[in-house]
C-alpha cells in the first residue's frame, strides 16, 4: 500500500543508485552515508507502494517501478537544470563527471575532450581516472570508462570510440649501438619494452605480446608512459601506442609490418547516458577520438598496410 507523497529527496537518491547501482557509490556523490541512502530507498518504496530496486548481479538495479520512478526523476531533473543559466543566459549544466581511461588515451585524447567541454560549461567537472583493465561488471564510482577491446558487460552500453595501432619502436641512439632488426627473426637479439606480463588484465594487450614471443622482457611497466620513456632511454625495442610513440623525434619505427591494431571502446551505465552532462562528456570524447584517427593509426601503419607482403613478416590484428 502507498504510504503518502512521494519526498522529492527520496527521488533524488534513485537516479543516484540507479545510475551507480551500489548505495555507497551513490552516498559517496550525494554526500550521504550508506544507511541514509538505504533509508531514502525504503522511503521511495513504502511512499509507491512496491520495489524500485532489486539486487542483481551487477549491483542494484531498477524495478519495472524504479524505472517509472527513475524517469519521472529524470524530468525533475531536467526542470530544475533548466532554471539553472550560464552567463551568457543560456541553459547551464553542472555537476561532476568521473571517467576511467587508459594512461595514454587519459593524456592525449580525454583531457584535451575535458578541457572542450569545461570550456563550454564551466559547471561541469571532468574527473579522470587512470587505470588499464577490463570493464567493470558494477562501474561503481564511475560514470564513464573507455577501455581496450570489445567488453561483455550487464546493464550498460557499449560504443566503439576508434582502433589504434601498437608498432615496434627503438631511439635512434639504440638503432646507432645495435644494429636494427631487418626480420622478424632477428627481434629475438633485442630486449622488449611493454606491459608487466603476470599483471595484464587486458586479453588484446595480452594478444599483442604474441607478436614477438622471441624476446625477453627488459623493462616492462603497468603505466605506456614508463614504456614511452624506456624505449627513449635506450633500453631496447618498445612496443608502444603509434599516437604516442609518432610524437617523439628520438624514436625510429622498426619493422612496421610487425603490428596490432586494437581498438578503444566506451561503456557506461544505460541510466548514465541520459545525464545530460555525462552526455555531454561522451560527445566531446567521441569527437576527440574522431579528430585524431590517423594519429591513432599510426601514419606509417597507414602506408606499411597498402604495401605489398615482401619480407615475411607477420601481422597480427587484434579483433
Known sequence: ????????????????????GRF?????????NHTTVARRIESLEHALGGRVV????????????????????????DAMLGL????????????????????GFSAYLLAPAAVDVRSRHPRIGVEIVTATRLASHTRSG???????GEPHV?????????????????????????AAPTSHAELSGHPLIYFVDSMLQVDDLD????????????????????????TRAHAGIGLLPCFMADRHDDLVRVLPRVRARLSYWLVARTESFRRPEVAVVVDAIRAAAHARRGELLGDAAETTSRQPLRDGLPSVRAR
Open 142 to 148: 564511475v560514470d564513464i570508462e573507455i577501455v581496450v
Open 1 to 20: 500500500m502507498r504510504g503518502g507523497a512521494v519526498n522529492p529527496q527520496d527521488l533524488v537518491v534513485l537516479l543516484a543508485v540507479g545510475r551507480t
Open 84 to 103: 539553472s543559466t550560464d552567463a551568457d543566459g543560456t541553459a547551464g549544466l553542472e555537476g561532476a563527471v568521473r571517467v576511467s581511461a587508459t594512461d
Open 54 to 77: 532489486t539486487r542483481g548481479a551487477a549491483g542494484w538495479e531498477l524495478t519495472e517501478l524504479g524505472r517509472r520512478a527513475f524517469a519521472s526523476a529524470e524530468q525533475v531533473e
Open 207 to 230: 594478444l599483442a605480446r604474441t607478436l614477438v614471443p622471441q624476446m625477453q622482457e627488459a623493462v616492462t611497466s603497468t603505466n605506456v608512459f614508463v614504456h614511452v620513456e624506456a
Open 154 to 178: 550487464h546493464r550498460a552500453e557499449a560504443i566503439r570510440l576508434a582502433d589504434y595501432t601498437l608498432g615496434l619502436y627503438a631511439s635512434r641512439s639504440y638503432l646507432c649501438r645495435h
Open 24 to 32: 555507497t557509490a551513490a552516498g559517496d556523490d550525494l554526500g550521504l
